[in-house]
Every structure is written in structure tokens, then in C-alpha cells.
């Protein structure tokens, strides 16, 4: 597993204090750029820094940075103003783009606010791995969807597999679900409790509801890469991943060189990442229930 320094390297993909320029998303309690050691950091999160410390006021909130910019909706290169786009070398963002709601339009951004040699990193939760260990992993289809179908909050549908499938373990709850490790869980809340919820839910108006509504494993954060790619929405590619075997996964990406590839080798690569996939899904049920 990666010690924290590690981590921080892997993220921060050589970078150096000078000269390089950095927007980190959704830093919070733990940036890996920080400016108070000298990085010349745009900080972009969902608040301002007053109200982080006091939503995490039982945390160590001195590490929360002033915020630069507050973004709360539409596309990020909306939010940072337009004269400094193309100006960015690494955009990083952890534990962010489960939460957003078109995670193609962070792609899309990037591809706006990054130099040509920028690149986009984000650790990302193995859904095998947490609390979402029973949901199964999000489709292209809906993060296609949430592209081309923009909406001001969560669907319905996340809301509910996000609580109704939130599952703990109960062997001890803060550690994280091992690769290889018969983990004994339990469901958190039950069905009638998380109708409650959507029943009194609006996906067009009233309180923004946060939530995991993505869920990822390496293989189908690749297949997002590759076909948002094949489709003409993205231009990223994966450069470089990392699993430490924890509860996430690590990813540098780049710009391809390149125009995509022929059909057949989009359509070759694409059966190879699921086959993939239902080997990480495969060995994770294995694991869960004890066969492994």
C-alpha cells in the first residue's frame, strides 16, 4: 500500500512548486497542493472555507485552504475565469468525481482550462472497496446521459442505491475492505427508510442532496476513458493508474496525440476492458464470500 507521502507524490505527477499551475477540486480536510507550503494552487470547492471548517469542525480543519472559487453547479471551466484557461498544468481532484453530477463535462472542462502537456488526476473510490462494495458499477450509458441530459441535482435512482446499498462492515468499520479479505457486512438502511427519503426527494428543486452517484472500478473507469474518447467528448487517456489497495485507485490522465483508433480496435479494446471487469467483479464476490 502507498504511505501518505507516496500518495501525495503519485498525485501531484512530478510536479514541482515553480513554475507549474494547479487547480485541486474538493480539497477540504486534505489537499495535496497546498498553498501554505508554497504551491501555486487555485482552490475550487463546493463552499467557501468558513463554512468547510464548519461542516467538519470535529476534523482537523486547520488544513482547509481559502477558497478561490465556489462551484456549485454547471461546468467547471464556467466557474474560473476565462482569461487564465489553457494556463493550467494539473487539474487534481480526489474523491470528487463520484459526486458530480456529469463527471464527462469534468472531462470536457479539463480539456478547456489545461496547457497542452496539463494533466488531469484524480483518485477515484474502488467501489469494491467501500461502502458501495454491493451496488454495481456505473454504465457509459448513464454518464452519457448525465451529459447530454443535464439536471440541477442527483437522479432519483442515485439517491436511493446510494443509501439503500450503502453497506458497512461490521468487523470494524474503519477499516477499509481489502482486496482478497471475506469482509462481514451489513446493509445499512432498510427499504422502507430510504423511500422515506425519495419520496420526499425533488431532483429539480429544494436542498442539493449529496451522494455517490458513481461507482467505479479501474476496469470501467478506463472503459468511461475509451469510449468517451471514441465518441468524440474527450480527449483524455490514461496515462498512468496506481492501486494501493485501499480504497481507491489512482489516475494521471493525458491528452492523446493521437485521433482514436480504428473502429475495430476501439471495439476490441472495449471487450477486453469488460472482460476485465468481470474478473474484478468476479474475484470481489469471491472474496465477499469467502472463496477467494
Do not use: N
Not at 487547480?23 to 507550503?37: D, H, L, N
Not at 467501489?127 to 452519457?144: E, H, I, M, N, Y
Amino acid at each position: 500500500m502507498l504511505r501518505a507521502m507516496d500518495r501525495r507524490a503519485f498525485l501531484l505527477d512530478g510536479l514541482r512548486l515553480q513554475p507549474p499551475r494547479i487547480i485541486e477540486v474538493g480539497a477540504s480536510i486534505s489537499p495535496i497542493a497546498p498553498k501554505r507550503e508554497g504551491w501555486p494552487t487555485l482552490v475550487v470547492d463546493h463552499a467557501d472555507a468558513a463554512t468547510l471548517r464548519a461542516k467538519y469542525a470535529a476534523h482537523d480543519h486547520a488544513r482547509i485552504e481559502e477558497v478561490d472559487v465556489v462551484w456549485q453547479g454547471g461546468a467547471l471551466h464556467d466557474a474560473i475565469p476565462a482569461d487564465t484557461h489553457g494556463t493550467y498544468d494539473s487539474i487534481i481532484a480526489s474523491h470528487v468525481i463520484e459526486h458530480l453530477l456529469d463527471p464527462i463535462g469534468l472531462l470536457a472542462s479539463a480539456d478547456r482550462l489545461l496547457a497542452p502537456a496539463g494533466h488531469l488526476v484524480l483518485a477515484v473510490p474502488d467501489k469494491r472497496l467501500c461502502f458501495d462494495a454491493l451496488r454495481p458499477v456505473s454504465t457509459v450509458g448513464q454518464f452519457l446521459e448525465a451529459h447530454l441530459r443535464p439536471r440541477p441535482k442527483h437522479r432519483l435512482a442515485a439517491v436511493y442505491d446510494s443509501t439503500g446499498l450503502s453497506a458497512r462492515r461490521t468487523d470494524d468499520e474503519g477499516r477499509a475492505w481489502v482486496k482478497g479479505e471475506a469482509v462481514p457486512f451489513a446493509i445499512i438502511a432498510a427499504p422502507a427508510e430510504v423511500h422515506a427519503l425519495c419520496a420526499a426527494y425533488d431532483d429539480e428543486g429544494g436542498a442539493y442532496h449529496d451522494v455517490h452517484a458513481w461507482t467505479f472500478t479501474p476496469a470501467s473507469f478506463e472503459l468511461l476513458l475509451l469510449e468517451a474518447r471514441a465518441m468524440g467528448l474527450s480527449p483524455w487517456r490514461l496515462k498512468d493508474m496506481h492501486e494501493p489497495g485501499g480504497v481507491e485507485f489512482l489516475a494521471v490522465l493525458e491528452r492523446a496525440i493521437h485521433p482514436p483508433p480504428p473502429r475495430e480496435e476501439v471495439q476490441a479494446a472495449r471487450e477486453a476492458l469488460h472482460r476485465r471487469l468481470l474478473g474484478e467483479l468476479r474475484d470481489q464476490a469471491d472474496w465477499l464470500l469467502g472463496k477467494g
